[in-house]
């Protein structure tokens, strides 16, 4: 019996060091290294988490503090561990001792219905709020160099990029010496969903860059003090992380579907928007086109915002001399498009607003620009009273525009279509379907 015993507790712990030992996979170490590793060095010190609220003019720090904190900024709780910080922020090192940071997740990490999600764009976030604040809390300089967004639930991803790559050689050496390569702060961009990744041949907005880049998503990694080696020694985890974005799925819509009328919508977008973005389904097609300015007819800005200047440095950078493998076009650089990229539209229900700057609240909008709002707020709450299921989108409160006087973070919770960057015309192909078959086609894309 003794011997029997031994036996098995001798298998047991064998198995459970087998599984122990099981060497993850490269998107398991990528999900890994997005959810435990700081990749840039920390903005502020750990008493701006701490002491935000002063910032907000209270006189007490508040005992639901962490939900009023992401609320305030439009940050989502972590579903997974992060010392007690919202999805986005992170503990990570200084010049001296460890301060509070920002990752990937602070724009790509989103919530819907209430439940956070990774690879979901954050459709609530007001980073310039976030990063004026936490200076402020810190008794730091508080004013950013440009507008980080101009509303609440957009950013300017685009123009980071043409910021930070402007105090960079092109071997990512930090330099004094600023180049301006066309610096613009009204593109309004939307963050689109990570899992999109795996169906494109090129990605952001415009379809410039070769979505096997992998350097292109390590842009962000460009703090003022993050080293030529380290961007480097990042690499390989960020091969890992891309492939743990390919591996993402477009959640399933939670409400019900009328089957018969999502098979008549199914006919109807197939006939009407297969053409662009693809059918979906086990032989599911995709064509990876690039619409024109002139016939898509949305906000030109985003477009026009990252010109050749920026193109030039990025291209003779470290960024766009990645091996592609293949000898004929060597690395990946950025290339001219003439308008911007029709995206997959898996997942399209948990992914409001729409059009690439935000401008749409709802799909039935996005198919009937007569229905579209022009001055809008909503409550960038994310709970299922905020979500409009018959829309599909999120619920909004048309306003009229907001007076200047009025505090900045309480401006930015306003859409005002007429500013620039913010247009909602064009994509006028759902206007000339009847009201039943652009119903039809929204039940359909529920489906997706």
């Keep these: 019996m003794l011997r029997g015993l031994l036996f098995v507790l001798l298998a047991s712990c064998s198995a459970s060091l087998v599984a122990a030992e099981r060497e993850l996979t490269p998107a398991e170490r990528g999900q890994k290294t997005l959810e435990t590793t700081a990749t840039i060095k920390a903005f502020w010190p750990k008493v701006s988490y701490e002491n935000a609220w002063k910032v907000w003019g209270l006189k007490e720090k508040p005992a639901?503090?962490?939900?009023?904190?992401?609320?305030?900024?439009?940050?989502?709780?972590?579903?997974?561990?992060?010392?007690?910080?919202?999805?986005?922020?992170?503990?990570?090192?200084?010049?001296?001792?460890k301060g509070?940071?920002?990752?990937?997740?602070?724009?790509?990490?989103?919530?819907?219905?209430?439940?956070?999600?990774?690879?979901?764009?954050?459709?609530?976030?007001?980073?310039?709020?976030?990063?004026?604040e936490m200076a402020a809390a810190a008794n730091s300089p508080s004013k950013v160099p440009f507008a980080f967004t101009r509303t609440r639930g957009t950013n300017e991803a685009g123009g980071f990029a043409v910021y930070l790559l402007g105090y960079r050689t092109d071997d990512l050496n930090l330099t004094p010496i600023f180049r301006e390569l066309g610096l613009h702060d009204d593109s309004c961009e939307d963050t689109p969903a990570w899992w999109l990744l795996k169906k494109?041949?090129?990605?952001?907005?415009?379809?410039?860059?070769?979505?096997?880049?992998?350097?292109?998503?390590?842009?962000?990694?460009?703090?003022?003090?993050?080293?030529?080696?380290?961007?480097?020694?990042?690499?390989?985890l960020f091969k890992d992380v891309q492939q743990y974005l390919l591996s993402l799925k477009a959640p399933k819509y939670p409400f019900d579907v009328d089957a018969k009328k999502a098979a008549a919508g199914k006919a109807v977008f197939t006939t009407n928007c297969a053409k662009c973005h693809g059918t979906y389904g086990d032989d599911w097609t995709y064509p990876n086109r690039i619409v024109s300015l002139d016939e898509i007819g949305t906000d030109r800005k985003?477009?026009?915002?990252?010109?050749?200047?920026?193109?030039a440095a990025y291209n003779s950078s470290w960024f766009a001399k990645e091996s592609s493998g293949s000898w004929f076009?060597?690395?990946?650089?950025?290339?001219?498009?003439?308008?911007?990229?029709?995206?997959?539209?898996?997942?399209?229900?948990a992914t409001a607003p729409y059009f690439h700057n935000g401008s749409v609240p709802t799909l039935n909008g996005v198919l009937n620009s007569r229905a579209r709002p022009k001055i809008f707020t909503r409550s960038y709450r994310t709970d299922e009273v905020d979500y409009d299921q018959d829309k599909v989108g999120w619920k909004i409160t048309e306003v009229p525009a907001p007076k200047s006087t009025?505090?900045?973070?309480?401006?930015?919770?306003?859409?005002?279509?007429?500013?620039?960057?913010?247009?909602?015309?064009?994509?006028?192909?759902?206007?000339?379907?009847?009201?039943?078959?652009?119903?039809?086609?929204?039940?359909?894309l529920k489906t997706l």
């Excluded at 076009?329 to 229900?349: H, K, N, S």
């Excluded at 505090?407 to 379907?433: C, F, M």
């Design 406 to 444: 009025i505090a900045a973070i309480e401006r930015r919770k306003v859409y005002d279509t007429n500013q620039p960057g913010r247009g909602n015309s064009g994509h006028i192909y759902g206007d000339k379907l009847t009201d039943e078959q652009r119903s039809a086609i929204i039940e359909y």
């Design 64 to 97: 639901n503090y962490a939900a009023l904190f992401r609320e305030r900024y439009g940050l989502h709780e972590a579903p997974y561990a992060n010392d007690g910080l919202p999805m986005g922020l992170r503990k990570a090192d200084m010049l001296f001792g």
């Design 100 to 132: 509070i940071g920002i990752d990937c997740m602070t724009c790509h990490g989103g919530s819907i219905l209430g439940k956070s999600m990774i690879g979901l764009g954050n459709s609530s976030l007001d980073v310039e709020a976030l990063f004026e």
């Design 200 to 236: 494109k041949k090129t990605m952001y907005h415009v379809g410039a860059t070769d979505s096997r880049s992998v350097r292109s998503l390590m842009q962000f990694m460009m703090h003022p003090l993050t080293t030529p080696s380290e961007f480097r020694d990042s690499e390989p």
């Design 329 to 349: 076009f060597p690395g990946y650089p950025i290339r001219e498009t003439d308008g911007y990229q029709a995206p997959p539209l898996d997942g399209i229900w």
């Design 302 to 311: 985003r477009f026009e915002n990252i010109g050749s200047k920026f193109a």
